[in-house]
């Protein structure tokens, strides 16, 4: 006897494996480009304000406040960023997924994309991007006003 579900179900596995494994190797991209990225700018940053944040320091500020200062003047972009691509992923998973298995005989996708999912990918890049920018202006502790005016 012939199980057409399970025909059906066998035939597509291989499909949702791979569509599966494009998922995870988008991800994995994106997290190294955000790394990159941040990593560059944020040392950028340092560089260009060094006077500026041995200032600061000498002022009163901790380490902790301008790593704080630093990461938080970013967010406003990297939100940004994950809401586009939030909802670009969202809307337009579909219709790219068709597209790149077209090759394979697949036309017409009509995978069920859970909002949640998506939100909780973008709450994770924004922890991600955060966490990063936390971790590379740590440079800042080695600046200090005596070392400032002793170049």
Request: aromatic share 10%; hydrophobic share 60%; charged share 10%.
């Given at each position: ?12 596995g ?20 955000v ?29 902790i406040?301008l790593?704080?200062?630093?990461s ?11 809401v ?6 969202y ?9 790149l298995?077209?090759s ?7 995978f ?26 740590r ?12 170049e």
């Amino acid at each position: 006897m012939l199980d057409i579900d399970e025909n059906i179900e066998s035939q597509t596995g291989m499909y949702t494996a791979a569509v599966f494994a494009v998922m995870l190797m988008v991800l994995a991209i994106t997290v190294v480009v955000v790394v990159m990225i941040l990593y560059l700018v944020i040392k950028t940053v340092i560089i260009k304000r060094k006077q500026e944040f041995g200032v600061m320091k000498a002022i009163g500020y901790s380490t902790i406040q301008l790593m704080n200062q630093i990461s938080i003047s970013f967010l406003p972009i990297i939100i940004t960023g994950v809401v586009i691509g939030g909802i670009l992923g969202y809307f337009f998973t579909n219709p790219i997924l068709s597209v790149l298995l077209s090759s394979a005989g697949v036309k017409r996708l009509d995978f069920i994309v859970h909002f949640p999912i998506i939100l909780m990918v973008c709450v994770g890049i924004l922890i991600l991007a955060y966490i990063v920018s936390m971790f590379v202006s740590r440079k800042i502790k080695k600046i200090s006003a005596y070392g400032l005016m002793a170049e």
